[in-house]
């Protein structure tokens, strides 16, 4: 058994302890980068604070730190300061806009293979500290399919994958989703996949994608995923993303930022809402601009 599996046994006993309260943990990723993944993690969590849930968010993504600007909310401690220097859970938490909790996972992500029993029952027990704290956890993870991706993929009860109309970023998806459907261990009965277009142009186009995503992982995996949303291409996404804002923060009544709030709503609720565009001359002209470059 080498010492992955053995966090994912730990982290499944630990789990069927009794426990008051269980955080809902949902993994975000992509199969390319670019596809606004952490812009997706960091808008969720707004939504989520507007709704009253607590939220955490977990930085998995090694090398890159696009959440923890994005929240303004500069970590003092990551994961390793928590596993080697005796660091309590609440200590790496950094607190962010709204009071939005922030993990930096550092270059602990990359030790994780390589903790002791110890180690890890250290960790796995502070890790259910969380669950006193939030409502919500949100893993954000490095875009691909990296081993450390997979991992944190395949222990996550609900995975949210976020894809655009890009045909290679589709392709990634379906590769991304295969590799998860093979893998021994990943539960099909025990897993909820949902999946988030966006950079669409309408309604229809974020359903027609996901539509082509659905119906190859329905034929040759025998899965099925589930569709939570689309978030629209608009100048004040754009706007937010170039000056590493949120969007939902900055811009709450944008089009983007209505579809987020949609997006969480159907999270929450379990429902397929999906928002409706009213496209202005702007708009109309904006579009139309950006097909002839």
């Given at each position: 058994?080498?010492q992955?599996?053995q ?5 499944k ?6 426990t008051?309260k269980?955080?809902?943990v949902?993994?975000?990723t992509?199969?390319k980068?670019g ?9 969720m969590?707004?939504?989520l604070?507007?709704?009253g849930?607590?939220v955490?968010?977990?930085d ?17 401690y990551?994961?390793?300061d928590l ?9 790496i ?6 009071d939005?909790g922030f993990i ?23 890790l259910?500290e969380l669950?006193?704290?939030?409502d ?14 997979l991992?944190f ?8 994958v976020v894809?655009?109309?890009d045909p ?5 998806s ?8 093979r893998?021994p261990?990943?539960?099909?009965d025990?897993?909820k996949?949902?999946?988030v ?8 186009e ?5 539509a082509k995503?659905n ?11 589930n569709?939570i ?7 004040e996404?754009?706007?937010?993303v170039?000056s590493q804002?949120i969007v ?16 969480t709503g159907?999270f ?12 202005g001359i ?5 579009n139309f601009?950006?097909?002839k470059?």
């Amino acid at each position: 058994m080498d010492q992955a599996e053995q966090l994912r046994n730990v982290i499944k006993q630990k789990n069927r302890a009794a426990t008051p309260k269980c955080a809902r943990v949902v993994t975000i990723t992509s199969g390319k980068g670019g596809v606004g993944k952490s812009n997706t993690a960091v808008n969720m969590a707004i939504w989520l604070r507007k709704m009253g849930k607590n939220v955490i968010i977990f930085d998995a993504d090694i090398g890159l730190a696009n959440v923890e600007v994005m929240l303004g909310a500069i970590p003092k401690y990551n994961l390793t300061d928590l596993i080697y220097k005796g660091r309590s859970i609440r200590e790496i938490v950094t607190w962010g806009p709204m009071d939005i909790g922030f993990i930096s996972g550092g270059s602990g992500i990359a030790s994780l293979n390589n903790l002791s029993k110890n180690q890890i029952s250290y960790l796995v027990h502070s890790l259910t500290e969380l669950n006193e704290m939030a409502d919500v956890i949100i893993v954000d993870t490095g875009a691909g399919i990296s081993d450390y991706v997979l991992e944190f993929v395949l222990a996550s009860p609900e995975v949210l994958v976020v894809t655009t109309p890009d045909p290679s970023s589709l392709t990634d998806s379906y590769s991304l989703l295969k590799i998860m459907y093979r893998n021994p261990m990943f539960s099909r009965d025990k897993t909820k996949i949902h999946v988030v277009v966006n950079k669409v142009h309408s309604v229809e186009e974020g359903e027609a994608i996901f539509a082509k995503l659905n119906s190859v992982v329905s034929r040759f995996l025998n899965g099925e995923v589930n569709f939570i949303g689309m978030i629209p291409q608009d100048s004040e996404m754009d706007m937010a993303v170039r000056s590493q804002k949120i969007v939902s923060l900055e811009r709450p009544n944008a089009s983007s930022s209505k579809a987020y709030e949609v997006l969480t709503g159907n999270f929450v609720n379990g429902e397929n809402k999906q928002i409706v565009l009213h496209k202005g001359i702007a708009q109309l002209f904006s579009n139309f601009l950006s097909r002839k470059k």
